[in-house]
């Protein structure tokens, strides 16, 4: 506050004119800076019409090939998964011992390794699996395809997390359970917790659990970057051994994120390709400290940042539900990639969770719903505020508009409502605000009351407010009560921030006039003429005979 009222001191001290001038500062934080890759859920390097062409003219020959060696090998590996995991005595939460585990390891293990040899994948691998003793939990990333599968049976086939309604799947349920995954289910509202604390139980269990394969992303990117991991590998603080995958192709047909190709469509691309490359690397095993076994998400970073120095990419605050939002946004008949607003920074930093942000990106849709790129003009701004374009909307726009290009985005949107307008539309802020407006103190705003303290404020003498002051009368009875004034200012906190920029910049041009009047001699005209504003209870008006000196100007 002080540096701002100090700027336009100097501002008006330079200029040599007694008239306060508007000088407005934007602060930004660093840490809110947008991140290195914009969109890590959207593919877009497509195949052009030659390697299309190409695909065809392969895929002719090579496709029904590769499916029927795709479904012979599933056949084949079926009869082992069924003996390893029927006629068993053995109860739920046991792991399986003996010659059961040995018949499924390495039959399943083989034929594995057939399954992607017959879909054209020349595989590379470097390093090497860690034994159960070195590292308890394989973390696997960056995830970008179904394809990335190749990890699993590369170390050894240790248990992963699925979703329940998988093992119903024909043939694939069957050998799925042969690998005693972690199970999780949408039904039930336990199932994150339950998913966490089972493999805390199985990695520091002696029963002789396998090891556990996680890809912490949780969902597809196109490997542009590494997004948020989930702490849930890191949760039990044990060793854990990295595992990176690259697909150096020409020609990219495995990724499958929210945009771009289908699981069908990449499945066939796939398939008609010459050959696929894959390169999986073993890093090594990542020991937690101390610090890091108390704080799993300090784990996960560290990892996640191990990981990405060895891609070569950067990391950003993305996560699942981003894309959440992405879908949301899409449904709203915004672009999908307008949802997007890095969920873990943002939460964090602002406080906010899942559902303050998907409320917002309903206020969002309602502002931007004209605009095709889903971004807020300063027009549609002013038209959802219903108030024309002036200079003190034009500066609250800015602060808005955290990289100055002349629009808002979703993501700018949200940090503006927390850091601006949220802090700003307290009960006191609002109970001042009302007083403000109140210009005969009698318990209640009228129109002419609002229109005269809007229309100073925002410098227009002919604005007309009618339509935002029925908005705020609820009750219809041309009287603004103070609950309804609150209600209002509650429900749109825009109006916070743009209400407390006029009191800002009325304090300012207060202080201004002072700091002015002590090195030049008083001005013939009063300072009550410079200054705009309705007589009021918070910034009172001198009146033509009032001979109050500076000292009574920096008490109000």
Same mark, same amino acid.
């Given at each position: 506050m002080s540096l701002l009222c100090t700027e336009a001191a100097a501002a008006a001290e330079e200029s040599g004119m007694a008239q306060a001038q508007r000088v407005f500062t934007l602060p930004r934080q660093l840490s809110f800076s947008p991140p290195q890759v914009l969109n890590p859920f959207v593919q877009e390097k497509r195949l052009d019409a030659k390697d299309k062409y190409r695909a065809i003219?392969?895929?002719?020959?090579?496709?029904?090939?590769?499916?029927?060696?795709?479904?012979?090998?599933?056949?084949?590996a079926w009869p082992f998964a069924f003996l390893a995991t029927s006629c068993s005595c053995q109860k739920a939460g046991v792991p399986l011992l003996g010659w059961k585990r040995s018949v499924s390891n390495t039959s399943l293990g083989f034929l594995g390794r057939a399954l992607f040899?017959?879909?054209?994948?020349?595989?590379?691998?470097?390093?090497?699996?860690?034994?159960?003793?070195?590292?308890?939990?394989?973390?696997?990333?960056?995830?970008?395809?179904?394809?990335?599968?190749?990890?699993?049976?590369?170390?050894g086939l240790p248990s992963i997390v699925s979703r329940s309604e998988n093992l119903n799947a024909p043939i694939l349920g069957r050998i799925l359970q042969a690998l005693q995954p972690i199970l999780v289910s949408r039904l039930d509202p336990d199932s994150r917790s339950n998913t966490i604390n089972e493999i805390s139980r199985r990695t520091t269990s002696e029963e002789g659990w396998p090891q556990i394969l996680v890809f912490p992303e949780g969902t597809c990117t196109n490997r542009s970057c590494l997004i948020t991991f989930k702490q849930g590998a890191f949760i039990p603080g044990v060793p854990v051994q990295p595992v990176v995958i690259r697909y150096p192709n020409k020609r990219d047909t495995v990724t499958w994120t929210w945009q771009g190709?289908?699981?069908?469509?990449?499945?066939?691309?796939?398939?008609?390709?010459?050959?696929?490359?894959?390169?999986?690397e073993f890093l090594p095993v990542y020991t937690p400290t101390c610090?890091?076994?108390?704080?799993?998400?300090?784990?996960?970073?560290?990892?996640?940042?191990?990981?990405?120095?060895?891609?070569?990419?950067?990391?950003?605050?993305?996560?699942?539900?981003?894309?959440?939002l992405m879908i949301s946004a899409g449904q709203l008949t915004l672009p999908m990639e307008a949802g997007l607003v890095e969920f873990t920074k943002i939460s964090k930093k602002l406080n906010l969770n899942w559902g303050n942000i998907r409320d917002q990106l309903d206020q969002f849709a309602a502002i931007a719903s004209a605009s095709k790129g889903g971004r807020i003009r300063i027009d549609e701004f002013a038209s959802y505020l219903k108030l024309p374009?002036?200079?003190?909307?034009?500066?609250?726009?800015?602060?808005?508009?955290?990289?100055?290009?002349?629009?808002?985005?979703?993501?700018?949107? %949200?940090?503006? *409502?927390?850091?601006?307008?949220?802090?700003?539309? !307290?009960?006191?802020?609002?109970?001042?605000? /009302? +007083?403000? &407006?109140?210009?005969?103190?009698?318990?209640?705003?009228?129109?002419?009351?609002?229109?005269?303290?809007?229309?100073?404020?925002?410098?227009?003498?002919?604005?007309? %407010?009618?339509? *935002?002051?029925?908005?705020?009368?609820?009750?219809? !009875?041309?009287?603004?009560?103070?609950?309804? /004034? +609150?209600? &209002?200012?509650?429900?749109?906190?825009?109006?916070?921030?743009?209400?407390?920029?006029?009191?800002?910049?009325?304090?300012?041009?207060?202080?201004?006039?002072?700091? %002015?009047?002590?090195?030049?001699?008083?001005?013939?005209?009063?300072?009550?003429?410079?200054?705009?504003?309705?007589?009021? +209870?918070?910034?009172?008006?001198?009146?033509?005979?009032?001979?109050?000196?500076?000292?009574?100007?920096?008490?109000?």
């Open positions: 003219l392969f895929g002719l020959i090579l496709l029904p090939l590769r499916a029927l060696g795709m479904l012979l090998i599933l056949l084949m040899f017959a879909m054209g994948f020349r595989v590379k691998v470097r390093g090497k699996p860690a034994s159960h003793s070195e590292a308890a939990i394989f973390t696997v990333a960056p995830h970008s395809s179904f394809f990335d599968g190749i990890a699993c049976v590369l170390a190709n289908t699981f069908l469509k990449a499945l066939v691309l796939t398939l008609c390709q010459l050959y696929t490359n894959v390169e999986v610090e890091e076994k108390n704080s799993p998400s300090l784990f996960a970073n560290r990892v996640r940042c191990k990981m990405a120095s060895a891609l070569d990419v950067p990391v950003t605050d993305h996560t699942y539900e981003d894309c959440r374009v002036s200079d003190v909307l034009e500066e609250l726009f800015a602060l808005f508009d955290r990289n100055g290009d002349g629009t808002i985005d979703f993501r700018e949107y %949200v940090i503006g *409502l927390s850091v601006l307008c949220n802090p700003a539309n !307290t009960e006191e802020t609002i109970h001042m605000a /009302f +007083k403000l &407006f109140d210009l005969d103190d009698d318990g209640v705003i009228s129109e002419n009351e609002f229109a005269s303290v809007i229309r100073s404020s925002l410098g227009l003498p002919d604005l007309d %407010v009618c339509k *935002l002051f029925k908005e705020i009368d609820a009750d219809k !009875t041309n009287k603004l009560s103070y609950e309804e /004034f +609150k209600n &209002f200012a509650l429900k749109r906190p825009e109006y916070a921030k743009l209400f407390t920029t006029y009191l800002e910049l009325q304090r300012c041009q207060v202080e201004m006039q002072s700091e %002015v009047d002590d090195h030049t001699p008083p001005p013939k005209t009063p300072v009550s003429k410079k200054l705009s504003g309705p007589k009021n +209870k918070i910034y009172p008006q001198n009146s033509e005979d009032d001979n109050s000196g500076a000292s009574d100007k920096k008490d109000d």
